[in-house]
Each structure stands twice: as C-alpha cells, then as structure tokens.
C-alpha cells in the first residue's frame, strides 16, 4: 500500500472520529443539512472496508513469506551437501563435464531465488539419482537418503514459491481495486467538507475548525514517532 493511500485513510479515519465525537456530534446529528448525517455514515462504512482490504493485501503474502524462507533453506542446505558430495565423486570418476554442473558453494546457492533455484536443485537431485549406483559414490555422501531429503524438501518449497506468484498478484489486484476505493472516499469527503459550513451558531463554527484539522493529510510514510527529515541550513 502507497504512502499516498495510507495518509488518506488515516486522514478519513480523523475526521470521522471528529465528527463522531461527543463534543461536535450535537452539531449534525438530526439537524439540518440532513445529507451531512447520511453522508458520514456512507464515509464511515467505506472507511471500515477499504481498512479491511488493506488488511487483505498485506496478508496476501506475509503468511506464505515466512513460509517459503524456511523450506528454501532447508532446500539450500540439503542441495549443497548432495552437490559436495557429487563435486567429490565426479572429481574421483574424472567426470569432468557433471562435476562441472555441481560444483557449487552454498553463497552460489543461496544467490538462487524461487524458480531458479527449484530448478538447479532438481539437477543436483536427477543428478544424485543417477550416480547413486556408481561404484563409490555411496561412501562419497551420494546416498539414497539424501536424495530423499533433498526431494522433499522440493516438494514443500516449490508449491510455496508458486503461491508466492499467485500471492503478489492478488496483491496487486487488491492493491488497484483499493486505490479505487480510496479515490471514492476522497470524493465523498470532499462533498461534507461543503455540509460542514452550513452549520451555524459557535457550537457549528467549532466542528468547522476540528473538521477543517482532521482533514489535513499527515505524512504517515516514516515510522511511529519519527519525524520527517529537515532540510540542511543553507
């Protein structure tokens, strides 16, 4: 979610707690214009389902995030130790095209992300399966285990990097359908802002003033408590 977007909605959420108050409730609450009344509570439920839909978009990834990085680790490791193992018994075999193709480090394997490195991983694996018989290459780490190990561990982390694709994109359509949304919002807020003068008397001017400062829009875009940076004196 934009920055843009988040200071709108926490600008809304403002001045409907404002308007919602105790002190400026009287004001508008079955006085005239009637449509401020009705208006405001079109705003405040938009509000409350545009906040939810920015709930979905962040959770649309987060939960498999964390997800994927454990089994893409595990995929990492049990990948390195079966390809050390093959680099050994390729090099004894003199093989030196395949030992070639699994000569890696684990910096090598960790720059791998998602799809790439499902894919390099399933070599080593196809790999593994094709030496294990060799004369060798069991006392050399290339074991039936391991190969199961590195398989399942596939088998966890390719359906999580999948999900993760699907995920961003949902995102993304959740993302655009909000940035509607929010647009909306902006419009019908707009439109109270010109209720909002017609009440009258001291109490009427008050809500004007509270409304007129609920409606700033604060930059939201730094963390809690931090302060936008000053620019450097001249």
């Known amino acids: 979610m934009s920055d843009i977007t988040l200071n709108r909605l926490n600008m809304i959420r403002a001045a409907i707690g404002v308007a919602q108050s105790s ?36 959770s649309a990834i987060t939960g498999t995030a964390s997800a994927k990085e454990v089994a893409e680790t595990l995929v990492e490791d049990r990948a390195h130790q079966l390809a050390r193992a093959l680099a050994l018994h390729y090099k004894k075999t003199g093989d030196l095209v395949n030992h070639a193709k699994v000569d890696l480090s684990k910096t090598a394997l960790q720059r791998l992300r998602d799809q790439t490195l499902v894919t390099r991983a399933s070599e080593i694996r196809d790999l593994a399966q094709s030496a294990v018989g060799e004369t060798g290459a069991t006392g050399r780490g290339v074991t039936a285990p391991r190969i199961t190990a590195l398989t399942a561990a596939l088998a966890t982390f390719a359906p999580l990097v999948n999900a993760a694709r699907s995920g961003i994109a949902n995102r993304s359509a959740l993302l655009r359908e909000l940035e509607t949304d929010v647009a909306d919002l902006m419009e019908q807020i707009r439109d109270l802002d010109d209720l909002v003068l017609q009440f009258d008397g001291e109490a009427g001017e008050n809500f004007q003033t509270a409304w007129t400062a609920a409606r700033k829009i604060v930059d939201a875009g730094h963390g809690p408590g931090e302060s936008p940076e000053e620019p450097p004196p001249a």
């Open 23 to 58: 002190t400026h409730q009287p004001v508008w609450d079955g006085q005239p214009p009637a449509d401020f009344e009705t208006g405001l509570a079109a705003l405040d439920t938009g509000h409350a389902a545009a906040v939810a839909l920015a709930q979905r978009a962040t």
